[in-house]
């Protein structure tokens, strides 16, 4: 009797949890098709979450949900009731609307071949996607792990100087000393001294979040293409505020330009990169090299680099056409920047243009690629659109735009069809740009070991 009654409780509980799924992920489905965001950010962050597994992965969906679903008939939790037909119903449109989300990814695809044949016109060289018929599509898309091959990681590599260690600590403590490190994935096909391109990536995460291992298929694809990938943090709990994650980012940069060459890398061919608050970042970074207010204590140093990709990014945090759904400018006056009085007083409007990239546009001299979803809630690809817009008309550094059908906000972190065909785009346009080694490096340059790398004070 006992059992009987714990096994009646137990199917009780699966299948109330079975119809909280499949009403949530019906609702959630609809999201993700229609893009509908609220006025508050946290939830919006939520959904975002959400319907990008969904959106990225609407078949591995389909079949844990198809899974769960047998499991409750095998073990005799669904009895033939209104209520059960009624489920079932549900989760047949869910089904198919799970399958429009599948195949809005060749939307997808489609998009990118028009920006590879562009591409393919400049480099002569014609690179053609992988479809159904392709292994590379279904590894991809059954397989939704991702992590570089052949490569080695050198992990936390501190890029403080002594100065600046003591700074951090007393000021914030140890923890945010610890923020400020690197991870250096080197394919082990280069040696020191080869002068190999290096990307340079700064994750996202509203500038208060975030970590370094969040990079994505893109890793994958360009170590794939014997790149260096330098993946950094910045302190993000920082009492000073914005800017200091800026200036960290360039500190990183000073620390590549001087070490990068020991690991195989070319200093004077860094692509910046970075996704939603890190492309913000990125862009800031291409557009302000060696400006003395964001490089105290290093002025001197050169922090030039020789492109930008910008990947769901904030580039207006201005935002004057109130694209956001959310208060984003009292947001980051107040949480990100920490400073007094309202986002729309003079003085913090000034300080909101002056780190927005669409007001530096003209101050840009390197080559620069955004990629946007149409449907990205967090921040708007309206956004996108005006700064691409000023950007070809008063800038003369080229700029190339992606626009993704069905992206949502970052949807390029999670291995998907619709990731996978962003970043054969985006390792396309980094390497008909950037994916030559420097003559001037290559003359009369030795191979070096890491091991010969001392004077930051840490040992691999």
Known sequence: MPFELGMSLARS???????????????????????????????????????????????????????????????????ESILVRFFYYINIITAVALLYLFRRSFEVQEAVQTFLNQLSKESKEWVELPGLTSPRFWQQLLNPF???????????????????????????????????????????????????????????????????????????????????????????????????????????????????????????NIVVAGDAAGGQLASLLAMTPNLPEYQPGFEKVDTTVQGCIAMSADLDLVDAKNYSNHDARGRFISAVAKRSGSAESAENLKFLAEHSPRFRIKESGVPFLVVHGDIDTLTPVQ????????????CRSPISYLEVPGGHHCFHLISSPRSWYATIATAAWLNYNFGRVSEADTKGSKRLAVHELVEWGWTV
């Not at 229609?34 to 597994?53: E, P």
């Not at 994750?203 to 990938?229: A, Q, Y």
């Not at 994650?245 to 360039?250: E, R, S, T, V």
């Open 146 to 268: 991702h992590w570089p091959w052949d490569c080695t990681l050198y992990q936390n590599i501190p890029y403080w100087v002594q100065e600046e260690q003591l700074s951090a600590q007393k000021t914030d403590g140890w923890h945010s000393v610890a923020e400020m490190e690197l991870d250096i994935y080197k394919p082990n096909s280069i040696q020191g001294g080869d002068n190999t391109p290096v990307l340079f990536y700064i994750h996202g995460g509203g500038w208060t979040h975030g970590s370094k291992s969040l990079i994505g298929p893109l890793l994958t694809e360009m170590v794939s293409h014997d790149w260096i990938v330098v993946a950094i943090n910045y302190r993000t709990t920082t009492k000073a505020g914005y800017p200091t994650q800026l200036i960290d980012c360039k500190r990183a940069l000073r620390w590549v330009k001087d070490e990068i060459q020991t690991f195989g890398g070319d200093s004077n």
């Open 13 to 79: 509980m699966w299948a109330l949890s079975y119809a909280t799924a499949s009403l949530l992920t019906l609702v959630i489905t609809w999201v993700a098709i229609a893009g509908a965001a609220t006025k508050s950010r946290t939830v919006n962050i939520v959904l975002c979450l959400l319907c990008n597994h969904l959106s990225e992965l609407p078949l591995t969906i389909m079949f844990t949900d198809a899974c769960f679903y047998t499991w409750l008939n095998i073990t005799g939790t669904f009895q």
């Open 383 to 394: 956004n996108a659109r005006d700064f691409v817009h000023e950007f070809r008309n008063n």
